[in-house]
């Protein structure tokens, strides 16, 4: 077998909506930032958008129930302390305070109205 230098690039998944990205770290604290400390453990990549070194996108992290990657997209996954996908959400929403399922169920009645 051949080596190369060339590590494979990471790829991160969400496993709920499938949107595929590569990231470029994993963890609390990206790299060549100076006081950025984040919540959870993220898959952060490199904001391609921007010139500036420090300025990072959070693609997602893992749901800290049932370890599945899922995106910050709004419909796969929620922060309430910790991360959670919408599966485990709905799994445990009498757990959530109320103000949380208020929110989410406002979210779905949008959605049932952009769809009719
Ligand atoms: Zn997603
Ligand atoms: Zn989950």
Not at 21 to 40: C, D, H, M, W
Not at 51 to 60: A, H, M, N, T
Not at 85 to 114: G, T, W, Y
């Amino acid at each position: 077998m051949e080596q190369t230098n060339e590590s494979p690039q990471k790829t991160f998944t969400c496993q709920l909506c499938g949107l595929c990205s590569p990231f470029t770290y994993y963890g609390q604290k990206p790299p060549n930032t100076r006081a950025i400390v984040l919540l959870e453990e993220c898959f952060v990549t490199k904001d391609p958008f921007s010139p500036d070194k420090e300025k990072f996108l959070v693609l997602g992290s893992t749901c800290s129930l049932c370890s599945k990657c899922v995106c910050v997209g709004s419909d796969c996954s929620l922060f309430y302390t910790k991360r959670f996908c919408m599966s485990c959400v709905n799994k445990h929403l009498d757990q959530f305070p109320r103000q949380i399922r208020a929110e989410l169920a406002k979210k779905k009645q949008n959605s049932k109205a952009a769809v009719s």
